[in-house]
């Protein structure tokens, strides 16, 4: 089982929908997850950070995070084609350098 | 503040061929951290320096593979006898405790493309 499991996508929606992207982690010990935004042939961007259980909203963007069920979520409101972009969904690995151990990412579509 | 900078951003060698890549972090991010992402993957974790000691390293780090910050600020990384395997994007990233944030921000560079032939 890997670490960190996303839907490899790709998901496509229409401009203007809510975007839901899904990822699901093993180390029920892990504390912080963040999801970063790749568009293609870049590096990742980070665009959500969540420690909490519940959600956190940052403009468009509503991260989701339920640790007994080991479960993060990002959904990203109103759509756009700009959006569209590779999401990466990663968790801070065990020991003390902070590395992250990323999923494969989910390729997001948004058709205009 | 520039950004963390890496070069050079493509590289094709043939294989067998030894090459060395160069990251340069943000300034005064006493963290430094190498990635490798391969083409439908999510990037995986090399190696991590804080100031110039490496501090771990991932069992992917073969013996071909070796990273310095000699003196807590750039950081090179060299692939002895290039393989097939070894193309992929190289991704360096820095980070700071001081930052302010409650989860250290990892800032990513562009990236180093290797294509062995």
């Known amino acids: 089982q890997k670490e960190v499991e996303q839907n490899s996508g790709p998901l496509s929606v229409p401009e203007g929908a809510i975007a839901s992207l899904n990822c699901t982690y093993s180390d029920r010990g892990s504390q912080s997850f963040f999801w970063y935004r790749q568009y293609s042939g870049k590096s990742p961007e980070l665009i959500m950070f969540?420690?909490?259980?519940g959600d956190k909203e940052d403009g468009r963007f509503t991260a989701q995070l339920n640790k007994a069920s080991q479960y993060v979520s990002l959904l990203i409101r109103d759509s756009q084609p700009s959006d569209s972009a590779t999401y990466l969904c990663a968790v801070i690995g065990r020991g003390a350098t902070n590395k992250l151990i990323f999923g494969t990412g989910t390729l997001l579509a948004v058709q205009p | 503040d520039t950004g963390v900078s890496q070069d050079p951003r493509h590289k094709i060698t043939k294989r067998g061929q030894n090459v060395t890549f160069r990251c340069d972090p943000i300034?005064?991010?006493?963290?430094l951290y190498w990635y490798r992402q391969t083409l439908g993957q999510g990037p995986e974790f090399l190696t991590y320096f804080q100031n110039e000691a490496q501090l771990e390293k991932s069992r992917l780090l073969s013996d071909r593979f070796s990273a310095e910050r000699p003196k807590g600020s750039f950081s090179t990384l060299e692939i002895q006898r290039t393989e097939q395997g070894d193309s992929a994007m190289y991704l360096c990233a820095s980070s700071s405790p001081l930052d302010g944030s409650s989860y250290n921000e990892q800032f990513f560079g562009p990236g180093t493309r290797l294509t062995v032939l």
């Open positions: 300034s005064e991010h006493n963290r």
């Open positions: 969540i420690y909490s259980n």
